[in-house]
């Protein structure tokens, strides 16, 4: 089975309303140029059970890619879960 899910958050006023100073520390963020945040994600997972006498043995395994477009660059990461019991 996949997915594929689309997330945008656009900012709030505070969001646009804050900003950056200009000396450290840095701990606002924001501004007239804050834009939104997108989210882009596929998955794909698969799960099997195997009768084994006595026991049966069951996986699942989970495949995620992420990309996501944020106003401080573009984070790309991609996971894989796997559980065996």
């Given at each position: 089975?996949?997915?594929?899910?689309?997330?945008?958050?656009?900012?709030?006023?505070?969001?646009?309303?804050?900003?950056?100073?200009?000396n450290?520390?840095?701990?606002?963020?924001?501004?007239?140029?804050?834009?939104?945040?997108?989210?882009?994600?596929?998955?794909?997972?698969?799960?099997?059970?195997?009768?084994?006498?006595?026991?049966?043995?069951?996986?699942?395994?989970?495949?995620?890619?992420?990309?996501?477009?944020?106003?401080?660059?573009v984070?790309?990461?991609?996971?894989?879960?796997?559980?065996?019991?």
């Amino acid at each position: 089975m996949g997915a594929v899910s689309r997330a945008v958050r656009t900012p709030s006023r505070i969001d646009r309303d804050f900003y950056v100073s200009q000396n450290p520390p840095f701990l606002l963020a924001g501004g007239p140029n804050f834009g939104s945040e997108k989210l882009l994600t596929f998955e794909w997972g698969y799960n099997a059970r195997v009768p084994v006498f006595p026991h049966r043995i069951e996986w699942d395994g989970t495949l995620r890619y992420v990309d996501a477009l944020t106003n401080q660059g573009v984070p790309r990461y991609v996971t894989l879960d796997l559980r065996l019991g």
